[in-house]
């Protein structure tokens, strides 16, 4: 079992930034590609970031792509991400996710944190 629990979220001018954390639980972190998604209201939930159990695969969605940066701490059963340049469109609640690094699907989620861009 995994347990995932946000931080880091809140209101933000546009162009301003914002670091988001998610704290894991369970001794298996490692070996978890993790990722997050964002869900803005009346929308459907959407990919935002992954990173592999190395962090030496990352992905991105092409609406983040050089405004988000995803990482990791093993140690510390981390991640991270570091949002710059924020947009109103970024507005939403901001969810972690963990799977098994085979998986297909993720089946670990926090309970989320609000990100609000003001304009």
């Known amino acids: 079992q995994v347990q995932l629990v946000e931080s880091g979220g809140g209101l933000v001018q546009a162009g301003g930034s914002l670091r988001l954390s998610c704290a894991a639980s369970g001794r298996t972190f490692s070996s978890y590609t993790m990722g997050w998604f964002r869900q803005a209201p009346g929308k459907e939930r959407e990919f935002v970031a992954s990173?592999?159990?190395?962090?030496?695969?990352?992905l991105y969605a092409d609406s983040v792509k050089g405004r988000f940066t995803i990482s990791r701490d093993n140690a510390k059963n981390s991640e991270y991400l570091q949002m710059n340049s924020l947009k109103p469109e970024d507005t939403a609640v901001y969810y972690c996710?963990?799977?098994?690094?085979?998986?297909?699907?993720?089946?670990?989620w926090g309970q989320g944190t609000q990100v609000t861009v003001s304009s």
């Open positions: 996710a963990a799977r098994p690094e085979r998986a297909s699907a993720y089946n670990y």
């Open positions: 990173i592999n159990w190395s962090g030496f695969i990352r």
